[in-house]
């Protein structure tokens, strides 16, 4: 079954403690991102990356890095985590379409931050 | 940043009635996507527009691209309450995608 999967699905953690976020993908997609989801703001775009070795910054990147070292795993790291990256985080990966991007989203992971 | 606004927040209304969701910005995309978003999942995408003025059908739902590819809507025909959920748009430009802040939608039987 092609999909993102994303781990953890909730995390509760304390401001500084550094945490992953994993995200992996099996369709074989050249792209993949991160976004983060808040009340009000829709989905706001992290980084992203556009092969292996290859990604930038998206919207919001303060506080956040990421890797690509693999096709299928993007993972998302907080350094040291503050209280103003409590949020819903979706991982997605997309396979181009002539000029268009078919994206698929992971399941998303809750971080508290206290 | 690229800005997108969509309209209206908040839609309630009951089944077999019409409804449109609009999205605008002042900036060009390329293409632009509308997703649905059930609670606790991903959004799922349900179309792509990628010339101006062009119109998509997908069931009772129709989308519409902005001749000038600035703005886009989203028609309910007969809404059923298998359409309740968070509706976004997102336009692309670049190698980024940018969202509106979404509408929840919620219909009632």
């Known amino acids: 079954e092609a999909q993102v999967t994303q781990n953890p699905r909730y995390l509760i953690t304390v401001t500084g403690k550094k945490l992953t976020v994993t995200c992996s993908q099996n369709?074989?997609?050249?792209?993949m991102s991160w976004y983060r989801q808040d009340p009000g703001l829709g989905l706001r775009q992290i980084y992203y990356?556009?092969?292996?070795?290859?990604?930038d910054k998206g919207d919001v990147p303060e506080g956040y890095k990421v890797s690509r070292k693999e096709k299928r795993n993007f993972p998302l790291i907080l350094e040291s985590p503050s209280p103003n990256q409590t949020s819903l985080y979706f991982c997605?990966?997309?396979?181009?379409?002539?000029?268009?991007?078919?994206?698929?989203f992971g399941p998303g992971t809750r971080l508290t931050v206290t | 940043t690229q800005l997108l606004e969509q309209s209206p927040q908040f839609l309630s209304i009951q089944e077999g009635e019409n409804l449109t969701v609009y999205c605008n910005s002042s900036?060009?995309?390329?293409?632009l996507q509308w997703y649905r978003q059930e609670p606790g999942e991903g959004p799922v995408l349900l179309v792509t527009?990628?010339?101006?003025?062009e119109v998509k059908k997908l069931k009772r739902l129709t989308f519409q691209f902005g001749d000038a590819r600035k703005d886009s809507s989203l028609h309910i025909t007969a809404a059923q309450p298998g359409d309740t959920g968070l509706y976004l748009c997102?336009?692309?430009?670049?190698?980024?995608?940018?969202f509106g802040a979404g509408t929840i939608l919620r219909v009632k039987s």
């Open positions: 990356s556009m092969n292996v070795e290859v990604t």
């Open positions: 369709m074989n997609h050249e792209y």
């Open positions: 900036s060009v995309f390329s293409s």
């Open positions: 527009v990628v010339t101006g003025g």
């Open positions: 997605a990966s997309s396979s181009r379409q002539g000029d268009t991007y078919e994206q698929y």
């Open positions: 997102a336009g692309r430009y670049g190698n980024k995608l940018v």
